[in-house]
């Protein structure tokens, strides 16, 4: 049973910038994919970005440009660099670790952007 946890998230201005973690229980990075979705009370979930086993990565068109995932291997966490942030990029941002028909989710973590 793989555990992620997520921290980084919280109240900032139109234009700042946050950096999310996720914390994985153990050394998964070489066999899982990481990604980061986000989703608001009574939405769907929404995909935001991903990184594979090799490093290579994708993101979603509505975060392209201003965000960046990463991971450190060493330290068993993932990263989503989010800059230039918007009143529509408040939500509750999970971390997801998928490999094949196994995934594993996070608790979340509260982003919320507003003057």
């Known amino acids: 049973q793989v555990q992620l946890v997520e921290s980084g998230g919280g109240l900032v201005q139109p234009g700042e910038s946050l950096r999310l973690s996720c914390a994985a229980s153990g050394n998964i990075f070489s066999t899982f994919t990481m990604g980061w979705y986000r989703q608001a009370p009574g939405k769907e979930r929404e995909f935001v970005a991903l990184i594979t086993t090799n490093g290579l990565t994708n993101y979603a068109d509505s975060v392209k440009g201003r965000y960046t995932i990463s991971k450190d291997n060493t330290k068993n966490t993932a990263y989503l660099q989010m800059n230039r942030l918007t009143p529509e990029d408040t939500d509750v941002y999970l971390c997801?670790?998928?490999?094949?028909?196994?995934?594993?989710w996070g608790q979340g973590s509260q982003v919320t952007v507003s003057s």
């Open positions: 997801q670790a998928v490999r094949l028909r196994t995934e594993y």
